[in-house]
């Protein structure tokens, strides 16, 4: 699901110029799992807000680990070969190729601290609830038994 995502990123962000299509992939990679955190968090369901911020953060993690293939370019890229790497070209652009490890090291951290948090977050709001009485069950309507 990730891939596809990654891709349709580079298409959506070519309109803004080099740069924006090259990030694209990575950033619609991350902006995907927060549009549904962002509509959880809205729809007040704790729990699949927890899951899209573990996706969240499983993303992230994704990401550091392209960034951490930049230097030496070892990872299989869709369509064979390690032309086109995304954060090979950007580093190499923003002249810190030589810095992959940090900024990959960065972003694993946060894709780890994510994940933890939101596994963290979805114990803590799974606990069990009291069954709910037929009151509750029904939500706002009033609900008459002869």
Request: net charge negative.
């Amino acid at each position: 699901m990730n891939l596809p995502i990654h891709e349709a990123g580079h298409l959506m962000f070519a309109l803004f110029g080099d740069t924006m299509h090259i990030l694209g992939g990575s950033l619609l990679q991350v902006i995907v799992p927060l549009a549904f955190l962002t509509y959880f968090v809205r729809a007040r369901d704790a729990f699949a807000a927890g899951i899209a911020a573990w996706w969240f953060g499983q993303n992230i993690l994704d990401v550091s680990i392209y960034m951490a293939d930049a230097y030496v370019m070892q990872l299989p890229l869709l369509g064979g070969g390690t032309d086109g790497h995304d954060w090979n070209t950007l580093f190499d652009q923003w002249q810190v190729l030589e810095q992959t490890a940090r900024y990959a090291e960065w972003t694993r951290g946060a894709g780890i601290l994510a994940m933890l948090l939101a596994l963290t977050w979805c114990a803590l709001t799974s606990r069990v609830a009291p069954p709910a009485t037929g009151a509750e069950r029904a939500g706002d309507l009033e609900i008459v038994v002869d």
